[in-house]
């Protein structure tokens, strides 16, 4: 199929981005002893542009991703969740969780490798992946305290330390380094320039005037955009008082 510029509309096979952005080159797998397994929303399995989810589990070598919206009768999923092998925790926030930044943390998380269940999707479709999955309600949850702020310049984050999945990772990766946790000596860094790459050719496509788009406006990075009231009356994160 031609895209409006005689573009082959051809996708890469393992990063499932057209080849006119496909990313495979910049990728550099490393392995780690914690286990990562993300659980991916349908529309951002299928729709998704930048995809951070994706190319995530394609750098860690350890990883998987699980597509769902709810999970409490996925077999993967169910699986994952009996692995003895490690010690299973959620990172997301929450009003009780360990803080992987404070130097206490090594203690609360135990000897046994972990094993982080990360939700992949918009604020609002995590919080409602969350919802329903009521097998994760159970498990400890991990969080970071950072003051760094996304670099996700083709999507508007709702409130500052809210980030994408893929810059989530990375400070999970420095986080647990600290804590002698991991030793993956660098190796991190290539989630952080994989997803520069993806945005800085996201941001180049969408500048260009003569690629014809679905925006009617001209496109805006997220900095320039209004940000919309509703963000302060939205409850974006789930809670367990909302079981």
Known sequence: MDTENGLKLN???????????????????????SRFVILMHPMEFKKEKVGTGRFSHLILKNSEIIVDVGFDENKRFLEVLKDENYQTVILYPGDETVDLSRPDAAMKLGTKPLQFIVIDGTWPCAKKMMKLTTKLHRLPRVSFDTLRISEFQVKHQPMP???????????????LNKLGKESTQGSEENLMEVFRQTVKLQIELAQDPARQGYRKKPFKLSGERKISKKWEHRLLFFRESEE
Do not use: A, I, M, W
Request: hydrophobic share 35%; net charge positive.
């Open 11 to 33: 996708l890469c096979l393992t990063c499932r981005r057209r080849l006119l952005t496909c990313v495979c080159q910049y990728l550099r797998p490393f392995e780690t002893k």
């Open 161 to 175: 330390g809210c980030l994408s999945t893929v810059e989530s990772l990375h400070q999970v990766l420095l986080d």
